[in-house]
């Protein structure tokens, strides 16, 4: 991560097993994600770069940031999700007003589910053997 720039914000965005700790800077809004450009990171994926920049897209604010991102865990649909959500707290903490606007988007919700854990017994969480009567 460049150092060079002032750190303005920075927020933690937690989706199934991933965690995004995200940091934004002054700048022209490059994404970096591990140390890698947004897009090859998420490997050219429209959706999962369009839902990134929902949250600056929101306030359009899309160009006066730099988004640097160090995130592990989980896949790329969960990463996503949650530097998502870190950029919508990031960007909360640098604006007061801004939490308004990214509630109602429904940009600052938590989404808690996560997989549940096997049962003994059981093949899965909930998947159990087929019954044989005899």
């Not at 995200?22 to 090859?40: A, E, M, P, Q, R």
């Not at 306030?59 to 959500?85: C, F, H, P």
């Not at 808690?112 to 059981?122: P, Q, W």
Request: charge should be positive; charged fraction near 25%.
């Amino acid at each position: 991560m460049n150092t060079n720039s002032k750190i303005l914000s920075y927020g933690i965005g937690r989706r199934k097993q991933a965690i995004a700790q995200v940091i934004l800077k002054l700048g022209n809004g490059k994404v970096t994600i591990n140390n890698k450009v947004g897009n090859s990171y998420l490997q050219d994926n429209s959706n999962y770069i369009q839902k990134i920049n929902t949250p600056l897209l929101t306030l359009g604010i899309e160009n006066i940031y730099d988004v640097s991102v160090k995130t592990n865990g989980g896949g790329l649909t969960g990463q996503t999700e949650a530097i998502t959500l870190g950029i919508a707290r990031a960007l909360t903490k640098l604006n007061s007003e801004n939490r308004g606007i990214l509630k109602t988007a429904g940009l600052l919700t938590r989404d808690a589910r996560i997989k549940e854990r096997k049962k003994y017994g059981l093949k899965k969480a909930r998947k159990a053997s087929q019954f044989s009567k005899r």
